[in-house]
Antibody, heavy 118, light 110 residues
Framework: QVQLVESGGGLVKPGGSLRLSCAAS????????MSWIRQAPGKGLEGVSY???????YDADSVRGRFTISRDNAKNSLYLQMNSLRAEDTAVYYC????????????WGQGTLVTVSS | QSVLTQPPSASGTPGQRVTISCSGS????????VYWYHQLPGTAPKLLIY???QRPSGVPDRFSGSKSGTSASLAISGLRSEDEADYYC???????????FGGGTKLTVL
């Protein structure tokens, strides 16, 4: 069955960096678009970054220039490099599979918490 | 401020039918598929409806989705206590070039 397992979250100071990873299994990773979605404490869902099967990338305005999504199809892995972190980036970050172009996510990982605080 | 608009709350009694609305625009719901998720506290969102009205295997037929123009709805019939959760809609947005979400609706089973 489809499994997405995130790792790499934690506590970081403002201005710091973190790299999130997502290990995918149970499907042909290279055939699917992938995304990172976040949820701040007590808030709704926000699309962060999105990568197509041909490495076309979309970033939300709130993270553009600071976050970089990438994928390694040989390792069935998705990544999110987060730089210049701010307090408002504090959230649970979910790795999610996207069914196809112009679709929203179908399968989600369990999430990893990123806390930006001094 | 979410791109898609949902009511913040909804409620019903066991056995009732409730609907949750999701309003968007021509750049998202108007031209692309709508997805619905539910989320229990402390857990990841789980897919309920994909591509407007399709149910993944394992989702009961008590859940149904529909779309008309730039709006969509999720209907839950035969409401059960375990349906109490947060519900989110989502769609691809052509202008923003990514998936967008509603603010979520908290469903209470009275």
């Amino acid at each position: 069955q489809v499994q997405l397992v995130e790792s790499g979250g934690g506590l970081v100071k403002p201005g710091g960096s973190l790299r999130l990873s997502c290990a995918a299994s149970g499907f042909t990773f290279s055939d699917y678009y992938m995304s990172w979605i976040r949820q701040a404490p007590g808030k709704g869902l926000e699309g962060v970054s999105y990568i197509s099967t041909h490495d076309m990338i979309y970033d939300a305005d709130s993270v553009r220039g600071r976050f970089t999504i990438s994928r390694d199809n040989a390792k069935n892995s998705l990544y999110l490099q987060m730089n210049s972190l701010r307090a408002e980036d504090t959230a649970v970050y979910y790795c999610a599979r996207v069914l196809g172009a112009y679709d929203a996510p179908d399968y989600w990982g369990q999430g990893t918490l990123v806390t930006v605080s001094s | 401020q979410s791109v898609l608009t949902q009511p913040p709350s909804a409620s019903g009694t066991p056995g009732q039918r409730v609907t949750i609305s999701c309003s968007g625009s021509s750049s998202n719901i108007g031209t692309n598929y709508v997805y619905w998720y539910h989320q229990l506290p402390g857990t990841a969102p789980k897919l309920l409806i994909y591509r407007n009205n399709q149910r993944p295997s394992g989702v009961p037929d008590r859940f149904s989705g529909s779309k008309s123009g730039t709006s969509a709805s999720l209907a839950i019939s035969g409401l059960r206590s375990e349906d109490e959760a947060d519900y989110y809609c989502a769609a691809w947005d052509d202008s923003l070039r990514g998936p967008v979400f509603g603010g979520g609706t908290k469903l209470t089973v009275l």
